[in-house]
């Protein structure tokens, strides 16, 4: 009979792992996101983290927010990351719904003045139903408003306009010649192409 094999103990990779801290950029007060373990720091470059506004700032209120950064580099042993884009979780979306209303969706590709290019989905709800040329009107002032933003603003200043409700506010102040406005909201930006970078 033919000797039997000696079986190889089994290696525990999560003890080869160690964890590794992520912030958020300067422009969110270079908050930490999480931990994250990893065999080396090769294995965190280019992961994207999610966390929301919430768990930067403490303020309840921006819980529906999700935030993505990217990790580009390692700085003082800590991970750093860049902004990719943001979005509202469908939760908060569906609360906004009501009925006997509408709700205008607006998607523009804009390229803020320093040159970064994202793509921006804005919604406005408005108090009662809408007919079909008022709604072109409404997304006619929110392409208006957004790219106007995006000429005059760098894209550090746009991103806090666009997470801290600002940009909505002025939405809903231009959108209200046509008709009411219940709420406006600027609720996903995602980062197509920073400047410098090959199409």
């Known amino acids: 009979m033919g000797k039997a094999r000696r079986?190889?103990?089994p290696v525990d990779t999560w003890k080869q792992k160690q964890w590794f801290a992520v912030e958020a950029p300067p422009?969110?007060?270079?908050k930490e996101i999480c931990l994250t373990p990893a065999?080396?720091?090769n294995d965190v470059m280019g992961r994207i983290f999610e966390t929301t506004l919430y768990d930067l700032t403490g303020d309840f209120r921006?819980?529906?927010?999700?935030?993505?950064?990217?990790?580009?580099?390692?700085?003082n042993d800590i991970v750093q990351?860049?902004?990719?884009?943001h979005d509202y979780t469908r939760d908060y979306l569906r609360s906004l719904v009501r009925r006997s209303t509408s709700q205008v969706t607006g998607l523009?590709?804009?390229?803020?003045?320093d040159g970064y290019k994202l793509r921006v989905t804005c919604l406005i709800f408005t108090q009662k139903r809408c007919k079909t040329h008022q709604q072109k009107l409404v997304?006619?002032?929110?392409?208006?408003?957004?790219n106007a933003a995006a000429e005059k603003l760098s894209f550090i200043e746009f991103i806090k306009d666009a997470v801290s409700g600002e940009m909505a506010h002025a939405l809903s102040e231009e959108c209200k010649?046509?008709?009411p406005i219940r709420k406006a909201e600027v609720m996903k930006i995602k980062v197509v192409q920073e400047p410098g970078a090959a199409e």
């Not at 990351?81 to 884009?85: F, L």
């Open 39 to 41: 065999r080396e720091i």
């Open 7 to 9: 079986r190889s103990k």
């Open 108 to 113: 523009f590709n804009i390229q803020t003045q």
């Open 177 to 179: 010649i046509i008709l």
């Open 81 to 85: 990351t860049k902004y990719v884009g």
């Open 139 to 146: 997304r006619a002032i929110m392409n208006e408003t957004i």
């Open 62 to 75: 921006l819980a529906h927010i999700k935030l993505f950064f990217r990790a580009f580099e390692l700085k």
């Open 27 to 30: 422009y969110f007060e270079n």
